[in-house]
């Protein structure tokens, strides 16, 4: 009988676990459709000025309000998501491959190759990683593109070093040794064997920095080391309406509460693919 209870209780769990999965699944699709047709969904030409109305308080004709130089906020913070949201995702899938790849290698040829990436790598993760993008970044000179790598140069090695550990444990099972006696190439292992396997947690960990990078993009951009005005992005306008958050609150508010949202809807669709792909929970269906 308890048995029976406790092999219930895990369904209704699993079942919850998966329900919670495509709520914020719909929702992260929401916000990608969002920054996707952000043109079609602006109500004003977010890079038009309007002297006459710089500053409005929100209300009907601008539900967020205008900025200094009278362009609506709620237009601005649309298009500036497309931004802000795609250039996130460029640099977690950069970093995700670039990482996993250089961990693969490093774990699949000990030695010297896995002596001088894991050095490498020990060299970046020595140094605070946004102070170090910092630095790159200006040493670049700005601009969205420049902000992506300098943030890519410093992490990699996150992913290089669990991609590394997870095909270690790979490496020695017994279904891969079987798999080498039946011919299979280096190449074939790596990618028929290794990669699905030491996908989970690359993926929970990719999902998970989202959040993160959107904020050290943002960071950048306020500092005025990424995206450069008028080009609207989410970092940028804040820093552009911080020196008037007393007067014209709405002008960083707006930017801010994106962010926010944001990045509490991929943390917690982050979280939730944790507990879905946990192998425990796997095993309560």
Sequence with gaps: MTDHVTQ??????????GARLIFFLILAGCLLLAALFAEHLCPYDPYAQ???????????????????YGRDMLSRVLIGGRTSI???LILVAVVTVTGTGIGVISAWKPGPVDTVLMRI???????????FALAVAGVLGGGVQN????????????YARLARSQ???QKSSTYIMAARLSGSSDLQLVIRHILPNIAGPVLVTAVLDIGTMMMELAALSFLGLGVKPPMAEWGSMMSDGRSLLQSVPWMILAPGAAIFMTVMIFNLLGDTIRDYLDPKERTKG
């Design 86 to 88: 795609f250039a996130t």
């Design 167 to 169: 095909t270690l444990v």
């Design 8 to 17: 219930r209780r895990q369904k209704v769990v699993r079942s919850h676990t």
């Design 147 to 158: 902000a992506i790598l300098a943030l890519a140069l410093v992490s990699w090695p996150k």
């Design 50 to 68: 309007d002297l006459s109305i710089a500053m409005q308080v929100p209300g009907p004709d601008h539900l967020l309000g205008t900025d200094r």
């Design 121 to 131: 790598s020990d060299l970046f993760l020595a140094f605070p990683s946004l102070v």
